[in-house]
């Protein structure tokens, strides 16, 4: 299993732009498909962005319609790292968001019950 732990959340304006980071450590990186997620105060925790492990090097992302064409899901395997490129923010952005890590195949669950491994969570807060 591999451990992770985010970074880079921060309070912006909206429009600005924001880019979140995850480092994992402990198992083999590139094996996992690994996805973001986030949680607003009240509201339940909703899928993000996810990027496929489907073998070899090759991945697949999938994204939430709220942020597509907004936010880019990317990894660094050298560095055993996942980001995510935030864009033209907006309030209804502001949540904390959380890593997460499963070790199967193209997972792309929406689900947050479907995912193995979690962080701990980085606060965006976008302000208007």
């Known amino acids: 299993q591999v451990q992770l732990v985010e970074s880079g959340g921060a309070l912006v304006q909206a429009g600005d732009s924001l880019t979140l980071s995850c480092a994992a450590s402990?198992?083999?990186?590139?094996?996992?498909?690994v996805a973001w997620f986030r949680q607003a105060p009240g509201k339940e925790r909703e899928f993000v962005a996810a990027?496929?492990?489907?073998?070899?090097?090759?991945?697949?992302?999938y994204y939430a319609d709220s942020v597509k064409g907004r936010f880019t899901i990317s990894r660094h395997n050298a560095k055993s790292t996942v980001f995510l490129e935030m864009n033209n923010l907006k309030p209804e952005d502001t949540a904390l968001y959380y890593c997460?890590?499963?070790?199967?195949?193209?997972?792309?669950?929406?689900?947050?019950?479907?995912?193995?491994?979690w962080g701990q969570g980085t606060q965006v807060t976008v302000s208007s």
């Open positions: 997460a890590a499963d070790d199967r195949r193209d997972h792309k669950q929406v689900a947050p019950s479907e995912w193995r491994t």
């Open positions: 402990g198992d083999t990186f590139r094996r996992y498909s």
């Open positions: 990027h496929g492990w489907i073998g070899s090097n090759v991945y697949s992302p």
